[in-house]
């Protein structure tokens, strides 16, 4: 039946060019923006999946910035540390050329003061953006990850860098530590070489001028090993009143039994706990069993007080006197140990962080090549779907347009 009222072929072929025309319309969109999914209207779930993943990335990309500026940091404590190591090592040199009796030791002792006043500049300098690590001050935090669970939720990690002390601090004299033959110095140290055959030699703990206190220290150097004994609350006050005759006694026990364990052959260390209860005499030879003539063995003490930084100790050697300079040899090797602690410490640290920031890097380029594998359009495919819905359109344009003259025909009947 034909009617002039409802025109079916032209409702059809609309609806035909208006899907055609919708379709031709989302896939210039695609064209115009390089996404199959550009809003939550397109496919909401993938939109949505997308835009958390996009704001990973820009999380991503602020852990970067903080874990540069972290590498930095850590890479200048680095140097810093290093640096201070060679020069410790040049003033071991100055340290072992004082052993020799015919040398001025008076200059070299003006070297090593140098030497000293030196790394005090490097510590001090080895900053970055306000931040020192090796000055024993606060650590660092280095936001190093955002930790994203299964239910959405998310967590930051961070790389902690702990600080190292090569400050030389303040340091104030306390106790006086007197070595054999005599040679007693103000700046609390001691030393003196025993040839194995037969040699003695005495330390004598000494804190009756100015007390003890809580965190100072007495450490004891045999050979190239190393025994100490830092001071605890309980070693003061037993009965109200500082007694120095006890704080000394319990540092020489725990210094001579920590002597003992370290089992050295043709040494024996003892104290008169009657007569002088704060005196180590170390022996060699007939006193000692086991002894070995064709090596000496060097004996050093030192005192650094709880106020010192972690090269504290460099404030108290002193070339210029024999006992100085041979105390000065064992004092040296403990803090090279210390600054070469330090360095490897900040070198593992550094090297954590720059792998830390290469995955940061390639997991940002896997999160950016997933959220386009999600929302970019194909451009072949869409180029093609173009060409297609264009002729499409031509068609349904057509096809209404011949749907339109059909009610004309309609005429003849009437002629």
Same mark, same amino acid.
């Given at each position: 039946?034909?009617?002039?009222?409802?025109?079916?072929?032209?409702?059809?072929?609309?609806?035909?060019?208006?899907?055609?025309?919708?379709?031709?319309?989302?896939?210039?969109?695609?064209?115009?923006?390089?996404?199959?999914?550009?809003?939550?209207?397109?496919?909401?779930?993938?939109?949505?999946?997308?835009?958390?993943?996009?704001? #990973?990335?820009?999380?991503?990309?602020?852990?970067?910035?903080?874990?540069?500026?972290?590498?930095?940091?850590?890479?200048?404590?680095?140097?810093?540390?290093?640096?201070?190591?060679?020069?410790?090592?040049?003033?071991?040199?100055?340290?072992?050329?004082?052993?020799?009796?015919?040398?001025?030791?008076?200059?070299?002792?003006?070297?090593?003061?140098?030497?000293?006043?030196?790394?005090?500049?490097?510590?001090?300098?080895?900053?970055?953006?306000?931040?020192?690590?090796?000055?024993?001050?606060?650590?660092?935090?280095?936001?190093?990850?955002?930790?994203?669970?299964?239910?959405?939720?998310?967590?930051?990690?961070?790389?902690?860098?702990?600080?190292? #002390?090569?400050?030389?601090?303040?340091?104030?004299?306390?106790?006086?530590?007197?070595?054999?033959?005599?040679?007693?110095?103000?700046?609390?140290?001691?030393?003196?070489?025993?040839?194995?055959?037969?040699?003695?030699?005495?330390?004598?703990?000494?804190?009756?001028?100015?007390?003890?206190?809580?965190?100072?220290?007495?450490?004891?150097?045999?050979?190239?090993?190393?025994?100490?004994?830092?001071?605890?609350?309980?070693?003061?006050?037993?009965?109200?009143?500082?007694?120095?005759?006890?704080?000394?006694?319990?540092?020489?026990?725990?210094?001579?039994?920590?002597?003992?364990?370290?089992?050295?052959?043709?040494?024996?260390?003892?104290?008169?706990?009657?007569?002088?209860?704060?005196?180590?005499?170390?022996?060699?030879?007939?006193?000692?069993?086991?002894?070995?003539?064709?090596?000496?063995?060097?004996?050093?003490?030192?005192?650094?007080?709880?106020?010192?930084?972690?090269?504290?100790?460099?404030?108290?050697?002193?070339?210029?006197?024999?006992?100085?300079?041979?105390?000065?040899?064992?004092?040296?090797?403990?803090?090279?140990?210390?600054?070469?602690?330090?360095?490897?410490?900040?070198?593992?640290?550094?090297?954590?962080?720059?792998?830390?920031?290469?995955?940061?890097?390639?997991?940002?380029?896997?999160?950016?090549?997933?959220?386009?594998?999600?929302?970019?359009?194909?451009?072949?495919?869409?180029?093609?779907?173009?060409?297609?819905?264009?002729?499409?359109?031509?068609?349904?344009?057509?096809?209404?347009?011949?749907?339109?003259?059909?009610?004309?025909?309609?005429?003849?009947?009437?002629?």
């Amino acid at each position: 039946m034909s009617s002039i009222l409802t025109n079916n072929g032209a409702m059809v072929a609309l609806q035909t060019l208006k899907s055609v025309n919708k379709n031709l319309a989302m896939t210039q969109n695609a064209i115009s923006t390089g996404k199959e999914v550009a809003s939550a209207k397109d496919n909401s779930a993938v939109w949505a999946i997308s835009k958390v993943m996009e704001s #990973d990335v820009k999380g991503f990309n602020a852990i970067k910035d903080s874990l540069a500026l972290g590498e930095s940091t850590v890479a200048v404590a680095r140097n810093a540390s290093e640096t201070v190591t060679d020069l410790l090592n040049q003033m071991k040199e100055k340290i072992v050329a004082a052993q020799e009796d015919n040398v001025d030791r008076d200059k070299i002792n003006d070297d090593v003061t140098a030497l000293r006043d030196q790394i005090q500049a490097v510590v001090g300098a080895a900053q970055f953006n306000g931040l020192n690590l090796v000055n024993g001050g606060a650590g660092a935090n280095i936001l190093s990850s955002l930790d994203r669970d299964g239910t959405g939720a998310v967590t930051a990690s961070s790389i902690s860098v702990a600080s190292q #002390d090569l400050s030389i601090g303040g340091y104030t004299a306390k106790a006086v530590l007197a070595g054999s033959d005599g040679a007693t110095t103000d700046n609390d140290v001691a030393g003196f070489t025993m040839d194995r055959a037969g040699g003695a030699g005495d330390i004598v703990i000494d804190s009756s001028t100015t007390n003890f206190e809580v965190g100072d220290r007495v450490s004891i150097r045999v050979g190239d090993q190393e025994v100490a004994y830092t001071i605890q609350d309980s070693d003061l006050d037993p009965s109200g009143t500082y007694d120095a005759n006890y704080t000394d006694a319990l540092v020489a026990v725990g210094l001579k039994n920590q002597v003992d364990a370290l089992g050295i052959t043709g040494l024996a260390v003892d104290y008169d706990s009657a007569g002088a209860p704060n005196t180590l005499s170390f022996a060699t030879g007939a006193a000692a069993a086991g002894a070995d003539a064709d090596q000496d063995i060097s004996i050093s003490a030192q005192f650094t007080n709880a106020g010192a930084g972690g090269l504290g100790a460099l404030s108290s050697i002193d070339v210029s006197t024999d006992a100085g300079a041979a105390a000065a040899l064992g004092t040296i090797e403990t803090l090279i140990d210390t600054s070469i602690d330090a360095a490897a410490a900040f070198g593992s640290a550094q090297g954590r962080i720059e792998t830390q920031k290469e995955f940061i890097s390639n997991l940002t380029d896997s999160f950016r090549s997933g959220i386009g594998s999600l929302v970019d359009a194909d451009m072949e495919e869409t180029s093609a779907r173009l060409q297609a819905l264009q002729v499409q359109q031509q068609l349904a344009t057509q096809s209404l347009s011949i749907a339109n003259q059909a009610p004309q025909s309609i005429l003849s009947l009437f002629r």
